[in-house]
């Protein structure tokens, strides 16, 4: 019996440790960007002008509830893949990254810069989809299961991203161009997902109700898969 | 054991071989100085011995009895202290909040992060500003500090007093002799002659 306290012992205080250093990253991280704003400045600014000129071209059109729900994530995507890809480039290129390397156990780094990109996301949300739904008003509103879509699909959208963004950041050069390029086949099974499942949020159909429904439990996997599998690749991508 | 050991260590770039067959022992009090022409691979053997990097072959080992310090065994889960030109330290936090967040991640509350500052000669009154107002030698004396944190007993610093004044340089040295004395290992790589003419218990040139 001993044995085992003790390695239970051992990996609930690693456990532990590894959170706590977890929730330091996301504070640091959280700190300098309300220091920078580099991210949050990009990302709004991108969500605002999109969704002015979106409206801007289609306020007069009558548009279906699935073209409303793809434009939607077309712009939620964009507008978080603009500031996704610099929480290890950042790192990368201001030769902080060895010191993190040095201090942090490699799963506690994604994990910090999971909950930081998460938290960007929320933002990109937050900003968009009110400001989208005034412009782009859909035939109906199932808040409810909107907000489910948002969680989830932000969940996937952060954790593939944030992966993603490891990957690309010890490239030499082209690391945007290389970030949508290596995102793009990661993230489509998701945006699909999220489209048919909005689509149920937007109408009155009951088939697309349920298609919502059973897109939330694909959403879900697609956000656990990816977390669970980041986290034991990480430490292969994050040390050379 | 409390011994650092490098066993057959070998460095390459591609085709470019930049070091091989580097083995040594150090025992607590050891001050190890490390020379050669600049991109002989001092900094890669550094790295290498900290963690960071991952020779071709061969093994470093701390202590000696343990498994060897790999890329997936880094410095962060050991006792050793690593300050070096390609560590950078967070430019829009403070000197105080680095130091803080960096020894939390070793898992270190209350670590007396003014004390660290002013041993290194660096105004307590600008702990609060950030470090992208400090200058070249200040960051390093920061760096120093950083390196410090949690006491390790291994302390690896390459090219320490490359951009300090006479007043950083002889802060560095008391810190060296300070922890010698007290039973620690020093590792060191310098370009500067009298440094290694003067520092070091232990020699090491890499390259010819």
């Known amino acids: 019996m001993k044995p085992n306290a003790g390695v239970q012992k051992s990996f609930g205080s690693d456990l532990k440790h590894g959170l706590h250093s977890a929730g330091l990253i996301f504070k640091k991280d959280l700190q300098v960007e309300f220091r920078t704003r580099y991210a949050l400045g990009s990302v709004s600014l991108f969500s605002l002008t999109t969704v002015v000129a979106v409206s801007g071209a289609l306020s007069s059109q009558n548009l279906h509830s699935d073209v409303k729900a793809a434009l939607l994530w077309v712009v939620l995507l964009f507008a978080a893949m603009s500031g996704l890809a610099r929480v290890f480039v950042r790192e990368v290129e201001s030769g902080t990254s060895d010191a993190l390397k040095l201090y942090a156990p490699a799963a506690s780094v994604y994990a910090g810069k999971l909950l930081f990109n998460l938290a960007l996301v929320a933002a990109v949300e937050l900003i968009t989809v009110p400001l989208y739904l005034i412009v782009l008003p ?47 086949p990661v993230l489509m099974p998701l945006l699909l997902v999220a489209v048919k499942s909005t689509v149920g949020a937007f109408d009155l159909v009951p088939t697309h109700e349920s298609q919502a429904v059973s897109g939330m439990y694909v959403l879900a996997c697609y956000s656990v898969v990816t977390t669970t599998a980041a986290l034991l690749l990480f430490e292969y991508v994050w040390r050379d | 054991m409390d011994v650092l050991e490098a066993d057959d260590i070998a460095m390459a770039y591609g085709p470019r071989v930049l070091f091989r067959n580097v083995s040594f022992t150090l025992t607590p009090g050891d001050f190890l100085i490390v020379t050669g022409r600049n991109g002989a691979g001092k900094s890669s053997l550094l790295k290498i011995l900290a963690g960071l990097s991952r020779p071709i072959a061969g093994v470093v080992r701390y202590p000696s009895d343990a498994g060897a310090i790999t890329n997936a065994n880094p410095a962060n889960e050991l006792p050793i202290g690593y300050c070096g030109p390609d560590i950078n330290i967070y430019d829009e936090l403070s000197a105080a909040e680095n130091l803080t967040f960096f020894s939390g991640l070793r898992g270190l509350a209350n670590v007396p992060v003014r004390d660290l500052i002013s041993q290194f000669g660096l105004d307590p009154k600008r702990s609060s500003e950030p470090v992208s107002s400090y200058s070249t030698g200040m960051r390093q004396r920061l760096k120093h500090a950083l390196s410090l944190v ?44 009298d440094e290694a003419e003067r520092w070091g218990t232990k020699k090491l040139r890499i390259g010819p």
């Not at chain 1, 907000?147 to 082209?174: P, R, Y």
């Not at chain 2, 002889?170 to 590792?187: Q, R």
């Open chain 2, 150 to 193: 949690g006491s390790p007993r291994v302390l690896i610093w390459d090219e320490p007093t490359a951009t300090l004044d006479s007043n950083g340089r002889k802060l560095a040295e008391d810190v060296i002799s300070s922890h010698t004395s007290k039973g620690g290992i020093f590792i060191v790589a310098t370009n500067v002659d």
């Open chain 1, 138 to 184: 859909p035939q109906v509103i199932h808040p409810g299961l909107l907000i489910a879509v948002l969680a989830l699909g932000g969940l996937g959208l952060s954790s593939a991203a944030t992966f993603v963004a490891a990957l690309i950041a010890q490239a030499k050069s082209g690391k945007s161009a290389l970030f949508f390029t290596v995102a793009f």
